[in-house]
Antibody, heavy 120, light 108 residues
Framework: QVQLVQSGAEVKKPGASVKVSCEVS????????MHWVRQAPGKGLEWMGG????????MYAQRFQGRVTMTADTSSETAYMELSSLRSEDTAVYYC?????????????WGQGTMVTVSS | DIQMTQSPSTLSASVGDRVTITCRAS??????LAWYQQKPGKAPNLLIY???FLESGVPSRFSGSGSGTEFTLTISSLQPDDFATYYC??????????FGGGTKVEIK
């Protein structure tokens, strides 16, 4: 059974960067295509990007292009999402999510979420 | 981008009611549609994938149907544990993956 455990809450100033981690257990990181989804307070779910197995590369939502980087450290089975040039609108809960089966893009496994607050 | 439009945004219902939520895609997504349930302070939980396939452990009162651009999630007999927010999501295209705006199911 795949489990995803995320790093703790962060408070950042506008213009700074944040790096959220997501540790995989039960599978290896190379077996599960990792994605990141965020949710602003009281709002809906927004996909930021993730690994597309058909393309063999990480895809980013256009609105985050140039500001977001998703990486993976297979030695520690940990995925990372770094978001730069933070602004107040980036205040949100950030989730890592993946698919344990064959339905790439339908996420049956989620991390617990990491609250990122951007405030001066 | 493929836009996903859910309706209604809020739904008031009673225990035992049959509830239907609609999700429309701005272009055909074949049957690459998932439904999630989310409770306050929790991560979303996958209910249905590929339009109509029930995720393991999800009660059979949940069902999904549709194809192309129009999809529905039905709860045949609403239970107290079902009061939550529901999201549809298309995964036909990663450019980008998109979610509906959500439907909050409230107690009438």
């Amino acid at each position: 059974q795949v489990q995803l455990v995320q790093s703790g809450a962060e408070v950042k100033k506008p213009g700074a960067s944040v790096k959220v981690s997501c540790e995989v257990s039960g599978y290896t990181l190379t077996q599960v295509p990792m994605h990141w989804v965020r949710q602003a307070p009281g709002k809906g779910l927004e996909w930021m990007g993730g690994f597309d197995p058909e393309e063999g590369e990480t895809m980013y939502a256009q609105r985050f292009q140039g500001r977001v980087t998703m990486t993976a450290d297979t030695s520690s089975e940990t995925a990372y999402m770094e978001l730069s040039s933070l602004r107040s609108e980036d205040t949100a809960v950030y989730y890592c999510a993946t698919t344990s089966g064959s339905q790439f893009g339908a996420f049956d496994i989620w991390g617990q979420g990491t609250m990122v607050t951007v405030s001066s | 981008d493929i836009q996903m439009t859910q309706s209604p945004s809020t739904l008031s219902a009673s225990v035992g009611d049959r509830v239907t939520i609609t999700c429309r895609a701005s272009q055909s997504i074949s049957n690459w549609l998932a439904w999630y349930q989310q409770k306050p302070g929790k991560a979303p939980n996958l209910l249905i994938y590929k339009t109509s396939f029930l995720e393991s452990g999800v009660p059979s009162r949940f069902s999904g149907s549709g194809s192309g651009t129009e999809f529905t999630l039905t709860i045949s007999s609403l239970q107290p544990d079902d009061f939550a927010t529901y999201y549809c999501q298309q995964y036909n295209s990663y450019s980008p993956l998109t979610f509906g705006g959500g439907t909050k199911v409230e107690i009438k």
